[in-house]
């Protein structure tokens, strides 16, 4: 009898999303899966791409641009997301390098991005991040600032697609993911950015459109 090939970690995440999704009647292909490869070696990278993973998502405009020009001369279909935080002064790299920002979350920042993509000609898609916890350490806009910071990125010319956030560290995740379903619904976004290894099925639950995955694909950092 034939011995069962074991499951990648891949293969993993995705199960685990076509079940999240099967579960809350969504089609698993409406979910994006970014893999989050922040401080991994372009080896691993290149795994992942073998065994057909084509969205990744970096931290910072640096350690991207060391990386992933190669990487994306050898395979023009991989697409790249920044989902960590953009000072303004890297607005121009980023435009230039990524596909999509997760981390639209102040003025500065839309003025930037804005000057940015007028020059290289280049428009990218954004998340606004919104920082649902309140908390004061993490990036993100207020959610009483939501609607002016959205109306001055459609005045910039940016296209706003959805929204993201990253929930308070242990505590339950579902009442942030659903508050941000729901603001991004008030605001006719279609996109959520939201959920990673350890909570990607309620994310996808409660609507996530793209989640954010590293560990669970790459390892323990």
């Known amino acids: 009898m034939e011995q069962a090939v074991p499951s990648s970690p891949l293969d993993n995440v995705r199960t685990r999303?076509?079940?999240?999704a099967r579960i809350a009647g969504r089609k698993a292909e409406d979910v994006t899966l970014i893999a989050i490869s922040k401080t991994k070696?372009?080896?691993a990278i290149l795994s992942l791409i073998a065994e057909g993973q084509r969205v990744f998502g970096e931290n910072r405009v640096q350690e991207a641009q060391a990386?992933?020009?190669?990487?994306r001369a050898a395979h023009p279909d991989v697409t790249l997301?920044?989902?960590?935080?953009?000072?303004?002064?890297?607005?121009?790299?980023?435009?230039?390098?990524f596909d999509c920002i997760h981390s639209l979350d102040r003025a500065s920042l839309v003025t930037a991005l804005g000057k940015a993509q007028d020059r290289?000609?280049?428009?990218?898609?954004?998340?606004?991040q919104v920082n649902i916890g309140a908390e004061e350490q993490k990036g993100g806009c207020s959610v009483a600032d939501l609607s002016v910071l959205l109306d001055q990125a459609?005045?910039?010319?940016?296209?706003?697609?959805g929204l993201m956030c990253v929930p308070p560290a242990d505590i339950e995740s579902a009442p942030f993911f659903a508050l941000l379903d729901k603001l991004a619904d008030d605001h006719c976004l279609p996109c959520l950015s939201m959920g990673m290894s350890e909570d990607l099925e309620v994310a996808v639950q409660l609507g996530a459109t793209h989640?954010?995955?590293?560990?669970?694909?790459?390892?323990?950092?």
């Open 211 to 221: 989640v954010r995955v590293g560990s669970a694909l790459f390892g323990s950092r």
């Open 120 to 128: 290289l000609g280049r428009k990218v898609p954004c998340f606004i």
């Open 67 to 71: 990386k992933w020009p190669d990487i």
């Open 41 to 43: 070696p372009v080896e």
């Open 81 to 97: 997301h920044l989902v960590g935080q953009l000072q303004s002064n890297k607005a121009e790299d980023a435009v230039a390098l």
């Open 17 to 20: 999303i076509a079940k999240a």
């Open 154 to 161: 459609r005045g910039a010319g940016i296209e706003v697609i």
